[in-house]
């Protein structure tokens, strides 16, 4: 099939960028978008432009590198999808498609559809863990996990840091990922000891990257595509009331 | 354990908590502020709309039940101190809501500062939010300066008699002054959404339920905001239609 | 013997392993190896190459130890290295099933798994901390499944006869990485640990026969920089995409280990390869990687291909009588749950044969109608939605109505730099750990088994043997102008100035999938001398005309994904020629390595134990690479036959 592209082209952090258009032909249905991008960069390369850079890494789905906003909407138009598992066959011949990068300030632009996502490490560092020195643990099974608590914190931690639910929200906000990691950590008994002090920091670490508030709009949920729910987000806010009402 | 391992460094606690700012500065903590007086402000609506209703029973039950209001509590009470109390949490509620409201918006407009170029319609659980929230506010804060000027301080209102709150009430939404009515109405739909989304969105900040609770929430919000605008609309269509003179 | 194509050295051998019983030599070498004190970890600085599994997990313990430490990963975040994408789970020798498993089990699986080509002691060991990694990653917060009595549950995975894997649904390496990411970003916050994300390394700094650092480049700015430390740990992972089509991440490459191998790291058993046979087949000239589905699928799935060649009826269509079941046919004991090497060949021979499926032959059918009878569409939803959802939305085809299109794919590289007992490779200082050392599988790895080795290697062992080394240092500062670094660095300029500058008008990955064509071809599942021969002619060639005609746009100094890749291409042409020479001079077959003129009557693999009980080690040299062999010794597991009859 054939597509064009806008795609937002952009030299560096420093140098305004801006949209432009590409025509491309042959498009395989059975490509991935990735893939899409490929043929579009061998051809640039060939006529000896700079390819367009964007990030990406196991094309699985799973690493969370790849990003990209397709049309307004972060990984495109198929629900639960990373852009790298994004098929072209849900495009059409003709289609325009409108490529850009996340856009959030706490997510600057490196180069063209590449952003900087390490706001995402700092909220971690700033209490994403449990402390368990490496050789302290008790046997696995002394401590044991109910089932749906155990299953809950699974889908919670199925996160894969892409930022798309920054990158949805209109208010920019990191809530859902946040979220999620405190969700995960504060099912387990393990997570129980940090709970207070997790939830403080991490939240005090996302204001700080510059990530906006939550309004519960719910598009973040929308585009994530591990379909992390705003369940997460009622408990980030009701361990950090509790936190916070113990800290005062 | 088999391996032996010693020095163990880690983060305290205590530096890692320490936030920008207090942890109520911070964009949850903002946000339950948003979320308590916004509670607070709905009960007041509901009362409030549970009292307009007071116009279907004519000028004298009307006009009682506001001076009751300004009554309630004498003799132990001072004249009009309930309503005092009333009016001053009334007002650090708002005070509270609008500035957390300014404070979380520009929070956002910070977090976004280069738009996108295409747009995709929200799909979101409260999608219809996104639009309604801030830009209702403006209406609704429109709205207000307007009601506080007509019906409480009676300076656009022809009724001057502070204890005439019927025969001010009959005279605002008179047939001819219909604009003022429409006005009523819009603003009405503004706090409708402002309402949908506010009130379950308050319980997600402060509670947050579980999944199933968050739809059970939704519902509700929906339901009290269908109430609450038909509560207040049937007053001022009532008037208009001189159905009630 | 081909020795037109290398020269054979010195033989090699262990030094560190311990003698005496088996299960005393990993406590003996932990008592025996020297201990830093406390306070001088301070004063140690460590570089760690690697944030996967191996790599993240090493470089918090040592930083929770009190070394000072600098890790490097080439993504955006540690979080995001290839480990995250393993699937099935990963092994311990728990026994919580009480179904007869043990460490012993564990040690003598690997060992025959491996096809007789590991070390009996470092297998060993990984069996016993085993079970100290699940203890572990459960007090990370771990979501492990369990059972409803809140106890782990266990599955037995490839074909094993205990269950003995532990798993988080389909997603257990990000779990894990997980896990180990997290104690990282804690050593972080706690500053003992400086992370450096996109960045790469390329080179590594030798002085005074020591790694001593590593250069490397901000993929960002371009900026290259020397780091200078007491010792060097590569994690760097394996060199799958050398076939260019596999199921590795984009990324993944040899770069880091192949630069210490031209600096005098031995390459031990390049050839070993494991080709997984649960991928989804390539669609066309624009793929770009392959994936992987879950081995666990031939639980349930049945493989066939149409009796007659060239049959092109829809699945549907055709009638069980001409359907040939070929795995239940020739493997009537384990039928669809073959070793993953066997079920591979068995592919690619009917595949051959003309009886293909889907584009251009290359596929076979893996049919869940039978299962979906049995079971349930429901139950077969709830053991496996989440695999036949991705297949869909790769294929388009529904897998609930039209069987699975599955082939083998290049997965798993059990080759590596060669490192002894304490996972120092021949340099000193310069450790290597995960996929990225060849020491624990052998010829070939048991599924769940490289997420074991990778947390066995960071959280337990390595930071355990490392200390003996280090106990002599703080070395000798190095300076910006030592000769060393300064002729690491020039080497890194000069390259990137080459691919910057070279003329050319060919791309990358042009260059790189032809190439993996050529290895997949000729040192892919089934190898013959005179394919690896004519392998080597073809990659030399390739690889000339790769300097002569590559094309690289961009500067150096920004972010520059061209250059990145061509820097990774050049190294992939000199390990490609050197995986044919090993396969070339490996005349045996063994576990992932498939010679063709080694088998048995029915086509089974066949070890040829009197002349190649060795580890190959290859020395890089600039005109023909230098073999070392470490003879092998089975005290514990005597070396028999596979049969899997
Ligand atoms: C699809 C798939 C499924 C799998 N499923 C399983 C399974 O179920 N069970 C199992 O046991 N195993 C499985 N494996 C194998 C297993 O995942 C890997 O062998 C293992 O995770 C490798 O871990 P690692 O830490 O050695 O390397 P990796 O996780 O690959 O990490 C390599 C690290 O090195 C860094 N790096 C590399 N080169 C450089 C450089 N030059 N400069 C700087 N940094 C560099 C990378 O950034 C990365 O951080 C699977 C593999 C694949 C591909
Ligand atoms: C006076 C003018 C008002 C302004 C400027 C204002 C502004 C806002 C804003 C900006 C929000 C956040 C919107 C979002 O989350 O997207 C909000 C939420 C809310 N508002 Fe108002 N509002 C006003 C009046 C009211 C009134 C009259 C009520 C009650 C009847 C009310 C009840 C709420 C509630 C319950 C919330 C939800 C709090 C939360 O999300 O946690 N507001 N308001
Ligand atoms: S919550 Fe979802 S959208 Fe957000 S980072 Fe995690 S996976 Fe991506
Ligand atoms: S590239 Fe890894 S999730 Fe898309």
């Known amino acids: 099939m054939k597509l064009s592209l806008r795609i937002w082209r952009q030299p560096d952090a420093d140098t305004p960028g801006k949209m432009v258009s590409y025509e491309i032909d042959d498009v395989s249905e059975d490509a991935s978008f990735l893939e899409m991008l490929d043929v579009l960069n061998e051809r640039l390369i060939a006529e000896g432009e700079d390819p367009v850079a964007f990030d990406h890494d196991c094309r699985e789905g799973i690493c969370g590198a790849c990003s990209l906003m397709i049309d307004g909407q972060a990984h495109g138009p198929q629900a639960a999808t990373t852009t790298c598992q994004l098929h072209m066959r849900k495009f059409k011949d003709g289609d325009q498609i409108d490529v850009e990068p996340w856009r959030a300030g706490a997510f600057p632009v490196i180069k063209d559809l590449v952003v900087d996502r390490t706001a995402f490490d700092r909220i971690i560092q700033a209490g994403g863990y449990i402390s368990a020195p490496t050789g302290t643990a008790p046997d696995a099974h002394a401590v044991p996990v109910p089932k749906q608590d155990a299953d809950a914190a699974f889908s919670a931690a199925a996160c894969i840091g892409c930022g798309a639910c920054v990158a949805a929200c209109p208010n920019g906000s990191g809530m859902l990922f946040m979220g999620a990691k405190v969700a995960h950590l504060g099912l387990m008994p393990q997570g129980q000891p940090e709970r207070h002090t997790r939830v403080l920091g991490m939240v005090a670490a996302h204001d700080e990257a510059g990530f906006g508030g939550c309004t519960n709009t719910g598009e973040c949920a929308a585009a994530c595509p591990k379909e992390i729910g705003l369940d997460v987000i009622g408990r980030l806010n009701r361990d950090f009331r509790k936190a916070a009402a113990r800290a005062a | ?245 | 013997m081909s020795t037109d194509f290398y020269r054979e050295g010195e033989p090699i051998a262990d030094t560190k392993a311990p003698a005496g019983p088996i299960s005393e030599r990993w406590e003996k070498r932990r008592f025996s190896g020297r201990l830093v004190n406390p306070a001088n970890r301070r004063k140690l600085r460590v570089i760690v190459v690697g944030t996967g599994l191996a790599g993240a997990s090493a470089a918090a313990t040592l930083g929770e130890l009190g070394y000072r430490v600098a890790n490097y990963c080439f993504q955006d975040s540690a979080r995001r290295a290839h480990s995250i994408a393993a699937q099935g789970g990963i092994n311990a020798a728990k026994n919580y099933r009480n179904d007869g498993d043990s460490v012993h089990r564990l040690f003598y699986d690997t060992v025959k798994g491996g096809d007789f080509r590991s070390r009996e002691s470092n297998v060993h060991r990984l069996a016993e901390v085993s079970t100290e990694i699940i203890d572990q990653c459960v007090a990370q917060g771990v979501p492990f499944a369990r059972e409803y009595g809140g106890l782990l549950d266990n599955r037995s995975f490839g074909g094993a006869q205990v269950s003995r894997t532990f798993y988080a649904r389909g997603q257990t390496g990000q779990q894990l990485l997980l896990g180990a990411y997290q104690a990282l970003q804690r050593q972080v916050a706690a500053g003992t640990v400086d992370l450096h994300t996109r960045h790469e390394m390329l080179e590594l700094v030798i002085a005074d026969g020591k790694a001593r650092g590593i250069v490397v480049r901000d993929l960002v700015t371009g900026e290259i920089s020397t780091e200078i430390a007491d010792a060097v740990v590569l994690a760097t992972g394996g060199y799958g995409n050398v076939f260019f089509l596999s199921t590795n991440a984009k990324g993944c490459n040899v770069t880091a280990s192949w630069r210490a191998h031209r600096k005098g790291a031995y390459f031990a058993n390049p050839c070993y390869t494991q080709i997984h046979p649960t991928c989804i087949p390539q669609s066309g000239e624009h793929q770009s990687k392959l994936t992987l589905m879950s081995e666990s699928l031939r639980n349930d799935g049945r493989v066939w291909v149409p009796k007659r060649r060239g049959d092109d009826r829809a699945p549907g269509d055709i009638p069980e009588a001409e359907r040939d079941y070929y795995l239940e046919r020739r493997y009537p004991a384990f039928g669809n749950l073959v070793p993953r090497d066997i079920a591979s060949r068995a592919a690619k021979m009917v595949c051959d044969e003309g009886r293909g499926v889907g584009p251009g032959g290359l596929g076979v059918y893996l049919d869940f109608a039978d299962a979906i009878k049995r079971l349930g569409k429901k139950a077969v939803e709830a053991k496996y939605g989440n695999l036949f959802d991705m297949y869909e939305r790769i294929t388009g085809e529904n897998p609930y109505e039209r069987p699975m299109r599955i082939y083998p794919a290049v997965h798993y590289t059990m080759g590596g730099l060669w490192v002894d007992y304490d996972l120092s490779s021949n340099i000193p200082g310069l450790f290597v750990t995960g996929e990225a050392n060849f020491s624990d599988h052998g010829a070939n790895r048991l599924g769940a088994s490289a997420l074991m080795q990778g947390l066995s290697d960071g959280y337990f062992v390595l930071p355990n043997t490392i200390s003996d080394y280090l106990a002599d240092g703080p070395f000798e500062p190095l300076g910006e102008d030592h000769e060393a670094v300064v002729a690491a660095r020039k080497e890194v300029d000069d390259r990137i100035a080459f691919f910057l500058n070279n003329d050319g008008d060919r791309t990358v990955d042009s260059f790189h999938r032809e190439l993996g064509k050529i290895m997949w071809e000729y040192c892919g599942m089934e190898r013959t001398d005179e394919g690896l021969r004519k392998a080597i002619g073809l990659i030399r060639g390739l690889k000339d005309e790769f300097y002569r005609r590559v094309k690289v746009t961009g500067k150096a100094e920004e972010l520059n994904q061209q250059l990145e890749k061509a820097g990774r291409v050049a190294d992939f042409f000199e390990l490609g020629e050197l995986m044919c020479i090993d396969a070339l001079h490996r005349t045996e077959s063994c576990g992932g390595h498939f010679r063709a003129e080694s088998q048995t009557e029915d086509g089974e693999a066949k070890r040829d134990d009197e002349h190649f009980s060795y580890v190959a080690a290859w020395e890089y040299g600039e005109d023909a690479p230098v073999l070392h062999k470490e003879a092998l010794e089975f005290e514990y597991v005597k070396p028999t036959q596979r049969s899997y009859k």
């Open chain 2, 1 to 245: 354990m088999s391996t032996d391992l010693q020095t163990r460094t880690a983060a305290q606690p205590g530096e890692r908590a320490r936030a920008p700012q207090g942890p109520w500065r911070s964009n949850i903590g903002l946000k339950i502020i948003m979320a308590v007086s916004g509670i607070l402000l709905v009960l007041f609506i509901i009362a409030h709309m549970a009292g307009n209703l007071h116009v279907f029973e004519g000028r004298e039950e009307m006009n009682a039940y506001a001076a009751g209001l300004r009554s309630f509590g004498e003799p132990l009470l001072p004249h009009e101190s309930f309503l005092w109390i009333m009016r001053i949490g009334l007002i650090a509620a708002a005070l509270a809501h609008i500035w957390s409201a300014v404070v979380l918006t520009r929070r956002a407009m910070v977090a976004r500062p280069v738009r996108y170029a295409s747009r995709k319609p929200a799909r979101g659980e409260s999608r219809h939010a996104v639009a309604t929230m801030r830009w209702g506010a403006i209406v609704i804060v429109l709205f207000v300066v307007w009601h506080l000027l007509d019906l409480t301080w009676r300076t656009v209102n022809p009724v001057k008699d502070i204890h005439d709150a019927y025969g001010a009430v009959l005279a605002t939404f008179s047939p001819e002054r219909w604009p003022v009515t429409v006005f009523y109405l819009l603003a009405l739909v503004a706090l409708g959404f402002h309402l949908r989304h506010g009130i379950w969105s308050a319980v997600q900040t402060i509670s947050g339920p579980n999944t199933k609770w968050r739809g059970r929430t939704q519902a509700i919000s929906l339901a009290v905001a269908v109430v609450v605008v038909a509560g207040f609309a049937i007053v001022p269509l009532a008037v208009t239609f001189e159905l009630v003179s």
